[in-house]
């Protein structure tokens, strides 16, 4: 019998994770209501394997403060579930790393080999109601979903959210990260068996953290859904977004952006 456990707070997200650790019974957790965490460091689950599930049953899990991802690693099934958050996270890791979790960023999971279905994204509301950066990422690859994607995302979406590129860490840290970022509104990298499918991103901004690409050897690609695809990416919507550089450039070394809609 498969089981599962609920959960309507933090304390009990955690505790539901362990439960799934030391029990095979035990494949599934669904959110009961809505939450708040004040200031998060870590994932609540570093890998979500074949054949588990995380549903939302569309309730929202609030990040007033998140330095991670949800899931670092999504090989199962994670869906109906919304998030609003404000991220931020740092990495120094090479880009030809195996291990995607030191490269990569995204709100819901940095790496997903599996399905993310019925999601959804948006910015954390300060106090004035007014919506704060929801990423801000010297990864690799950073995504408002997720940060590579060898999976499938179908039918999320990432509204009145600012992802940054904090390329100025990244140029500090180029030995390591590599001259080259991949940022997008729904996956950073759609990898060659990945598939993002009638997803949406509105008023969604995508740029580097200092509003343009100057004095740097670094290069950035930038998507309204995704930086960069060799895999399939079908249906959706892009509207009133803004991708790339989001100040004029005069004069300096530029680094190289390229940006596109999609």
């Not at 609003?84 to 940095?110: H, L, P, Q, V, Y």
């Not at 840290?173 to 060659?192: H, L, P």
């Not at 997803?199 to 309204?224: I, S």
């Amino acid at each position: 019998t498969t089981l599962f456990r609920s959960v309507d707070n933090e304390k009990k997200f955690e505790l539901a994770v362990e439960y799934m650790k030391q029990d095979s019974r035990y494949q599934g957790i669904t959110v009961d209501n809505d939450f708040t965490v004040t200031n998060r460091t870590k994932a609540f689950i570093e890998e979500l394997d074949y054949g588990q599930v995380l549903d939302g049953q569309s309730h929202t899990i609030t990040f007033a403060k998140a330095g991670e991802a949800l899931v670092l690693s999504n090989y199962g099934t994670i869906q109906n579930l919304k998030i609003c958050s404000n991220a931020s996270c740092a990495r120094t890791a090479s880009k030809d790393s195996e291990d995607k979790t030191k490269n990569s960023f995204g709100i819901i999971t940095n790496n997903n080999y599996g399905t993310i279905t019925a999601c959804a994204v948006q910015g954390y509301k300060d106090d004035e109601g007014d919506f704060e950066t929801t990423v801000l990422s010297n990864a690799v690859y950073t995504g408002g979903i997720a940060g590579y994607n060898r999976g499938t995302i179908d039918q999320c979406e990432v509204k009145n959210t600012t992802i940054l590129w904090n390329n100025t860490m990244a140029e500090a840290e180029k030995n390591e990260a590599g001259f080259t970022g991949f940022i997008g509104g729904i996956a950073g990298q759609n990898d060659y068996a990945g598939k993002i499918t009638a997803c949406t991103t509105e008023q969604v901004t995508v740029a580097p953290r200092t509003g343009y690409m100057k004095e740097t050897e670094l290069t950035a690609y930038m998507g309204g859904v995704a930086g960069v695809s060799q895999g399939m990416i079908e249906g959706g919507t892009v509207k009133g977004c803004m991708i790339g550089n989001t100040s004029d450039v005069y004069g300096g070394e530029v680094g190289r952006l390229y940006a596109g809609g999609i």
